[in-house]
């Protein structure tokens, strides 16, 4: 019988492009380093879940869709918070298939990685953009759109950049948000193209590192996305205290309806500080690694 295997992988940040991007507009996210490692040991009868943090009534029907029917146990540890747009069911989606090649004694390839990855987050998403799992399984920053000729997506160049997570608390619903923006297409369609300009915008600030610019941008995306309707009073309450610290910028990410707030701020340790002191609960994250060393 197998001994143990286990593998791991990261979660992410949508810096601009979240909603949008279900509808063909860009967007550009990247890997941190908090993540989900999924163990996998031989187990007498059916194939089940031994040890999960997170009760979550969609994780074994997604999961099993991949394990056997019998023999394998699963464990799975995250440094992620759940449904907090912070990437959790992707990072757990493309653990479980790392995990399962290596139990098959070898390394997941990533165009498997990104197939079956997207077979799992269709399962916990229904309509998902394909951006978490992708950005997941290829690390660094990525800018993607997944527009009418398929999925395309490059490296994107970040420099070096220093943001305070402010966490709402709450677990915003993807599927049901997601589904909210879509019925009210039409009408929201010029929101979603100023998003994905603003988007493309935003590439070379990112890549050179202008803080007042990519702060300026962040507000703006937080506008758009508050007229798609998919902020909330906790995010808005989070966006106008980093604001009043003196923050260049601050915007929900990922869907939205609670999760987290990225702030970019002149002194993130002051801020980050500040909202210790005030009982907020916030992490500190640095972007922009090298996108090919974070792929090694
Ligand atoms: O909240 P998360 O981590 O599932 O991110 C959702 C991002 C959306 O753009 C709202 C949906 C998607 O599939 O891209």
Redesign the pocket.
Same mark, same amino acid.
């Given at each position: 019988m197998n001994g143990p295997v286990s593998a791991f992988a990261p979660?992410?940040l949508?810096l601009f *492009?979240?909603? +949008?991007?279900?509808h063909g507009q860009p967007?550009i996210a990247a890997a941190v380093d908090l993540g989900t490692q999924v163990q996998i040991e031989a187990l007498d009868g059916p194939s089940r879940i031994l040890e999960a943090e997170l009760e979550d009534p969609r994780l074994w029907p997604a999961l099993s869709a991949l394990l056997p029917p019998q023999g394998l146990g699963l464990r799975i540890r995250s440094s992620l918070p759940t449904?907090?747009?912070? *990437?959790?069911? +992707?990072a757990l989606s493309i653990a479980l298939v790392r995990a399962l090649a290596r139990w098959e004694g070898r390394e997941a390839g990533i165009e498997e990685q990104l197939r079956l990855g997207f077979v799992l987050?269709r399962s916990?998403?229904g309509?998902?953009?394909?951006?978490?799992h992708t950005v997941s399984a290829l690390g660094g920053a990525l800018h993607y759109r997944r527009g009418p000729a398929g999925i395309a997506h490059e490296p994107q160049r970040l420099a070096p950049l220093q943001l305070v997570v402010l966490d709402t608390g709450r677990a915003?619903d993807?599927a049901a948000?997601?589904a909210g923006?879509s019925a009210r297409r039409p009408a929201v369609d010029p929101t979603l193209a100023a998003i994905g300009a603003l988007v493309e915008r935003m590439r070379p600030a990112l890549e050179c590192g202008e803080q007042d610019r990519i702060g300026a941008g962040m507000a703006e995306n937080q506008a758009l996305l508050r007229a798609l309707g998919?902020s909330s009073p906790e995010i808005e309450d989070l966006v106008s205290w980093a604001g009043r610290q003196g923050a260049l910028g601050a915007k929900l990410?990922?869907?939205?309806g609670g999760?987290v707030v990225i702030a970019l701020a002149p002194d993130p340790s002051a801020l980050l500080d500040a909202a210790r002191r005030e009982g907020r609960a916030a992490i500190p994250v640095t972007l922009g690694q090298d996108p090919q060393a974070a792929q090694e």
């Open positions: 979660g992410k949508i *492009g979240e909603h +949008a991007v279900v967007a449904g907090r747009g912070m *990437g959790s069911s +992707a987050e916990f998403h309509n998902p953009s394909g951006l978490d915003g993807t948000l997601v923006v998919v990410a990922g869907a939205g999760g």
